[in-house]
T-cell receptor
């Protein structure tokens, strides 16, 4: 158990709908990352937050947004869902933003399975 | 951006034998190379990592080697055991996985045959 908690574990929704995925980082971790895992694209970095502020953006679609709250939990909002958004969404956390110098270990949660029908 | 190629996609070895998984990367500025193990129904778990100022790192049965000139790095697992069966991912980053995230390879499904 990594200590990163994600809910829900599974979610089925229809095209055009909006869903929110929730993540609680490990106790004491200030930085949260979101990744998407699909069969065709593999594991892709979406976005990173540190202590409530957006720190880095990866391949995140404009239909997707995220935020990190004062209690450090994070939410990933996916809107106008398409069939191709079906994937496993991972949240990860580290103590502080991992850098080339600090290289803090990034711990992954068990993911939220999203199926769009 | 960074591109990471990982081979093989599937690797089957006899229990007790060694397994080697290889990755190449494209961005010469990358300086952090972690390896993750993902078991069915679980998230990726860091098993070992290496930085560009080090050529090799070992942790019990697991070792990683890095060749910066050739831009490739490898995972070596010795004395494989049934619990080593999983999907292994290599990754690369120029920022320790922070500012540019981790760029992952497509994964290697390691099967340990009894």
């Amino acid at each position: 158990d990594s200590g990163v908690t994600q809910t829900p574990k599974h979610l089925i929704t229809a095209t055009g709908q909006r869903v929110t995925l929730r993540c609680s980082p490990r106790s004491g971790d200030l930085s949260v990352y979101w990744y998407q895992q699909s069969l065709d694209q593999g594991l892709q970095f979406l976005i990173q937050y540190y202590n409530g502020e957006e720190r880095a953006k990866g391949n995140i679609l404009e239909r997707f947004s995220a935020q990190q709250f004062p209690d450090l939990h994070s939410e990933l909002n996916l809107s106008s869902l398409e069939l191709g958004d079906s994937a496993l969404y991972f949240c990860a956390s580290s103590v502080i933003p991992s850098t080339a110098v600090t290289g803090n270990t990034i711990y992954f949660g068990e993911g939220s399975w999203l199926t769009v029908v | 951006g960074e591109n990471v190629e990982q081979h093989p996609s599937t690797l089957s070895v006899q229990e007790g034998d060694s397994a080697v998984i290889k990755c190449t990367y494209s961005d010469s500025a990358s300086n952090y190379f972690p390896w993750y193990k993902q078991e069915l129904g679980k998230g990726p778990q860091l098993i070992i990592d290496i930085r560009s100022n080090v050529g090799e790192k070992k942790d019990q049965r697991i070792a990683v080697t890095l060749n910066k000139t050739a831009k490739h790095f490898s995972l070596h697992i010795t004395e494989t055991q049934p619990e080593d069966s999983a999907v292994y991912f290599c990754a690369a980053s120029r920022s320790g996985g922070g500012a540019d995230g981790l760029t992952f390879g497509k994964g290697t499904h390691l099967i340990i045959q009894p």
